[in-house]
């Protein structure tokens, strides 16, 4: 009945150690930032290799195995992008004079590479998963780039937090597309629509399925869950930078 929580204490140690560490590794001096993007397309081979291996285990080891590797590819794509590698074909400050449409195409150009890549692996990781036992990698992606691109538009219209100090001094620039507000329309139903999705992954996760159906909802609800704390920390009046102080205070 209780096989939800270890998945569940799981999945909040590693939003926060795999958030940490890459914002540690990111603060490293530029010199090593060559061998750290090789070492991490390595890496990602890897993953990609152990996704495809746990894919066909519908067991309780072989959910856990996809998820993890699911989170180091999403976790690649986020280095190579503080790195600097993959952000966009803009590398500038907005436009002083800009707005609507114009400022919203001049800040999807900052991170249109970015945005490919992530379709990209997304191609790959459901190319992989097509007729597999255990789709746990697959959706744990689909989550993590669904709450991702529901953040980028809300801290594009405006939100009071959006965590500038985790951002390298070469991407500075991409705070001038921001706007600080206390609140933006979308936000709300982002909340609700996570809500929506919420309820029902954790209701399968506490029924009495097996035991590696359990375990895939509770990897996938507790990240979901995670997201929609991520977007309740852009609008509560206190930063969160506190959580990942070990890992971004010498960034740059």
Not at 89 to 118: M, V
Not at 131 to 148: C, E, H, K
Request: proline residues 3%; positive net charge.
């Amino acid at each position: 009945m209780y096989f939800w929580i270890s998945p569940l204490i799981f999945t909040i140690f590693i939003w926060w150690f795999s958030t940490g560490l890459i914002l540690k590794i990111n603060s490293l001096p530029r010199h090593f930032y060559k061998a750290i993007f090789v070492i991490s397309i390595v890496t990602l081979m890897f993953a990609f290799w152990g996704l495809q291996i746990s894919s066909r285990e519908a067991t309780i080891a072989g959910a856990y195995c996809s998820f993890t590797c699911a989170i180091i590819i999403w976790g690649w794509q986020e280095l190579a992008f503080l790195l600097g590698y993959i952000t966009g074909s803009r590398r500038s400050d907005c436009p002083k004079d800009s707005g609507g449409l114009r400022r919203a195409w001049y800040a999807f150009q900052t991170i249109n590479y970015h945005e490919l890549t992530l379709l990209g692996l997304g191609l790959v990781l459901f190319l992989i998963n097509l007729d597999s036992a255990n789709q746990t990698g697959f959706w744990t992606y689909v989550i993590l780039w669904g709450m991702r691109q529901s953040t980028k538009v809300n801290i594009f219209l405006g939100v009071l937090n959006f965590n500038e100090a985790f951002l390298p001094q070469h991407l500075k620039y991409l705070i001038t597309y921001f706007r600080r507000r206390a609140m933006n329309l979308l936000m709300p139903f982002s909340i609700l629509v996570s809500l929506l999705i919420l309820i029902p992954i954790w209701s399968h996760a506490a029924s009495e399925s097996s035991l590696f159906e359990t375990t895939s909802s509770a990897l996938l609800g507790t990240l979901l869950g995670l997201g929609l704390l991520e977007h309740l920390f852009l609008i509560l009046p206190f930063p969160n930078e506190w959580l990942w102080k070990w890992g971004y205070k010498n960034n740059r």
